[in-house]
DNA sequence: TTCACGATTGTGAACGTTAACATCATGAGC
DNA sequence: GCTCATGATGTTAACGTTCACAATCGTGAA
């Protein structure tokens, strides 16, 4: 810096002032500056800026899994709302989900001076890791607990779930079976707590959920005993994997999707679409989720003092597709 | 750092060295420290270590759509070698694929002061911007170019293409058609060349590629048209999403797979043994190329004056399922 | 007892930037 | 012509570490 403030015949806080865009230099003088710059191709040390700054303009990002199309597409979203704001994204993908795991990667970025962090750990285990955040520490918990110390952005689950089960009910379906996710997942909890709701409302029996770990292996497992079961003509699963592996192993009973039973997926990811059959399923816009995120998670960057603690839930949208058709 | 100091009583330069585990501390002397750096929840900042070692310990990765599962995958697989090496993780997903985006998007990691880059840009016109890295910037790319002046670490496309290709052959397929991927990305060339050398070694007729996106739809529609073609009796896809297209538009067009026609996909991906029928694929260890960037990068760190370049291949798998079977 | 030498600890400067304050010129208002 | 506000620039001191070097302490051999 010193270099282009001396090529530039000024000092290095008016080079200082030029590259932040202060009001008060003069046109001539700014044009020197940026000259020199060119020449030189200087490029300013975010580093020693962070430091006397102590804002390092770098968010933390602590996801689980970031191979599934949910946590990566929250992930994409979280990114692109960040750099568009002017920030840069610092990530730890766990590979387990305790409380130690996410206190320790919160701690990571601590120590290397991000200015927030967005938690996407939609366990129950790791929400609780959230709880013990360093003290003014600003931080957003993506599907996080109810507890009012964080801000939460999520997807209302319990919606999306009560859509999923009320359209299969409304096809004329008697009653709904439930392929549920991992059950200290927050995300598993709402879809079955949606489900649950919707079944009782109509005052339909609620048959025992079956449960998965949102793998298609799982969704293949339930699907099998779901063929064997008589009486199943409806089937809500928690996400998208499932449901196909539920369709796989419908198709291998020899039970004909939608004739014979009806499949409701979560997510709607790229291959729903195109399943065989296409899968009627709850659309989760993960980009507003990460944009969102951002704009929370700024706001209390910017606040003064402790702010106050947002809830924002994201709508989800119902797609209507093959795999659901009139009860048999 | 200064207040620890003193309640243990020593110099700030002695806490630095507890802090960097120097060999020359007395041992209680190290114990007073940390029992000083416990006792008032001290965390040392990164950000001013940074300034002076002018090592930031943080990594840049440069990607394209994070949410496609290769992307995303390769990505998790630098994370957690990343991480495992004492690496932050920094990431830039792009929208679009220019050479200028990718061009910027390393000059932001530059000033943020990483000590190396992945760029994850598989495309022709990514690949380029590398030509153009700031000079003494440590980097590697996946699935770059041929071009000597940085290191690749890539899976053999070529050889999976063909191992697929064989299968099939071997299968008693007269030739084999392709479905491949946008003409601009290395992989889908790599792909077709593979796929191309197979038939021409094998001394059948190569068929006129069908050009996709990767996506389920460009899938569907080639299926389609292969669907309406005369004595199809084969299908390579380029990717799985693509295979799960063609998967659906036969299905919707009566022809029965694998009986009537053979399909064999790309990636493996978690939802491809699923499928109907459960998909032939090649596999491909994103986790291996992830670690392998970071192995290749770090080396390249530490090492002194310009490094020579590698490159590194991975050979993919090929995993039989029940989409291929001999002709019928 | 003395001396040399290694182990341990301390001191000051430096990393590259911004914040706070000081200085100087310019021009408006009386 | 004088005062005073304002804009443009410069000067100095941080930010919290590590590096290079200096100083001190202890220990074993002569």
Redesign the interface.
């Known amino acids: 810096m010193s270099d282009v403030a001396r090529l530039a015949g000024v000092s290095h806080q008016t080079v200082s002032r030029v590259l932040n865009e202060h009001p008060n230099v003069r046109a001539d003088t700014r044009a020197r500056v940026l000259d020199a710059i060119d020449q030189l191709g200087y ?6 800026r ?2 006397v700054t102590s804002r ?1 303009r ?1 968010l933390g990002v602590v996801s689980f ?3 599934l ?1 949910g946590p ?2 929250t ?2 979203g979280i ?2 709302a960040a ?1 568009a704001a002017g920030y ?6 766990l ?1 387990s989900i305790d409380a130690e795991g996410v206190r320790e990667a919160i ?2 970025l ?4 991000v200015d927030g962090v967005v938690v996407v750990a939609p366990q129950r285990s790791a929400a609780r890791a959230l709880e013990s955040l360093p003290p003014g520490m600003p931080a957003v918990a993506v599907e996080g607990t109810h507890r009012a110390n964080v801000s939460v952005v999520c997807i209302d689950q319990i919606e999306g779930a009560r859509l999923a089960t009320k359209h299969l009910l409304d096809l004329g379906h008697e009653t709904v079976w439930h392929v549920s996710g991992p059950s200290d997942w927050l995300e598993a909890e709402g879809r079955l707590d949606g489900w649950r709701s919707a079944l009782e409302e109509a005052g339909r029996p609620v048959p025992e959920p079956l449960t998965g770990d949102w ?3 799982a ?2 497992e339930a699907g099998r005993r779901l063929a064997a079961m008589p009486g199943v003509t409806a089937v809500f699963a928690a996400n998208d ?1 499932m449901a ?2 539920v ?2 192993a419908l ?1 291998e009973a020899g039970v004909r999707v939608p004739e014979q039973i009806s499949v409701v997926g979560f997510d709607d990811i ?2 729903a ?4 059959p ?1 899968l009627t399923t709850v659309r989760q816009d993960f980009d507003a989720v990460g944009r969102h995120c951002i704009e929370v998670l700024l706001r209390q960057i910017d606040a003064i003092g402790p702010g106050t603690y947002e809830r924002l839930v994201v709508r989800p949208d119902f797609v209507v597709r093959a795999s659901s058709a009139t009860a048999p």
């Open positions: 490029r300013r040390n975010l580093v020693a962070a430091l390092s770098t899994d970031t191979t199309y990566a597409s992930m994409y990114e692109q750099r840069f994204v610092s990530i730890v993908s590979r701690g990571y601590t120590e290397q001076g793998s298609p292996k969704g293949y994997q196909l592996g369709l796989r198709a790229p291959e679409a195109y399943l065989s296409p």
